[in-house]
């Protein structure tokens, strides 16, 4: 028995990730997916979802790779018939859209996945074990890229709605809040809003735990040379761990403990089947949750114009 | 059997409506209250909360008057205690906080009210019972106040954290997902900030419920002459109602259909003894999460410096 999946957007992740991983597992089976645009070769492909779905009723779960501001209402259409949903990351542009897509898989009896595959780095889950044996004083999040490196041409990412920095650092927040085991609450954010732009460029944010850990993340999208992926913890007794690379490395100590090769997206596809397999959801809001109240309370300052 | 309560905070909202609220109902008695300044006549004082509840065990409940940034400590604190706690609006400084506060009232078995105060306006549940009879089209906010005239000195309101215009617009927004039993579902949103704030001056929404029905909201902190505090609802079939004076009246068709006077906090005790009654909480997220989704997607638009 396979899972029959249909691909609701064809962009870049579709290509790079989602179609590498369905192909991957032999419990998933890639039937067709669906773009306004073209589609990769040996995809069959459909101009819309609701067209997809009406050649093809065996399909069981749809993959939603489309821009957040329409999963929400492409979700809503694929539960309402009966279809499986994995939300790539973000699950939906506003944190509200998330929770209905939830409350709305919960009472059509289907699955939802929000996908976020940074959680599903190699270093992850032992970073969890780890702090879970002793008691954390605090944690630090240094999140630093290239803007014109890792995002040529992506202009929506300063639009509205964007995330600007947070769309790399919405990562590390995915990776923090499973690492707490539940919200990261945002006492002050600094933002930096490019004069020409509506999302930060830069964003410091002084955060705490539900259990009083201080947690102090900064993010910046204009990093040249070493790029930076890292959560560095600190336990009460002075012991270090850290995660770099995103997750895909942890040290211990100043050694480095684990370094494995990074497979996020075949990690999710099995999660996923799981979850179908025992009729469970998993659409987990506190990363998209810490981002809304980062911009609710955030100091905004105005700096130079963006230009890429 | 009275509930004893502690207020904490003693500003303009206790005096005002807290303690006369509480004065007025038989079913509760006022012990004390806490605050670093000075308290009215009447008040027994303590300089902070720790110092109110070791003098007086027998406090049951608290309510929580302070600003909202220290709301989710103060919370946290009175709740390990084993009290019961009232959250002026909005209940907490981010959604993370309030989401936790509801968590921490669960596991330890105790009441928490997150008190929007405008749902007990008197036209507010015949305007749901209204809606819930029909099918429905549109519904329109307008809530437009004069800065100057209802918030003088209350610098803090166009800081980082204050919400801005959004400080009485989440009064519309409570009322509203209210009316729609559920998230009000921000779609664009566009924010006018002074140059010299970190908080919105003038807000538009382009909200969906979760039913698709279309709302939109307009938020103005620079009304001069006739202030309006209103919800317009449009049914399928043509019909209108509407609520004025922050739902104080209610017209249907354009005719007065209800005028009440006000009596929002006496009503929001009520509901707060039924709630410790039956071992209840109410601690709804939605009006606050409207507006951290509203600046998560908001296009941010620079505009003339405010001054007081």
Redesign the interface.
Known sequence: MTLKIGLVGLGKIAVDQHIPAIRGNKGLELVAGCSPASAPDGILRYPDMGAMLAAHPEIQAVSICTPPQVR?QLAGEAIAAGKHVFLEKPPA?????A??IA?MAAQRGVTALAGWHSRFAPGVESARNWMLARPIKSIKIRWKENVRQWHPGQKWIF???G?GVFDPGINALSILTRLLG????????SLQ?PSNC?APIRADLDMVS?HGVAIDAEFDFLQLGQQTWSIFVESEAGDTMALHLGGRTMEVNGKVVLDEPEREYPSMYEHFLGLVASGRSDVDL?PL?????A??????S?VEPYYE
Chains 1, 2 share one sequence.
Do not use: N
Request: hydrophobic share 50%; aromatic share 6%; no cysteine.
């Open positions: 929400h542009a506003t944190v509200g859209e929770a209905s409350a639009e509205a709605g995330m539940g919200y990261a609450l945002v006492r002050k954010a809003v509506s539900e506190s949750q810490a981002v809304a109240d911009f609710l309370v955030g100091k905004l105005s």
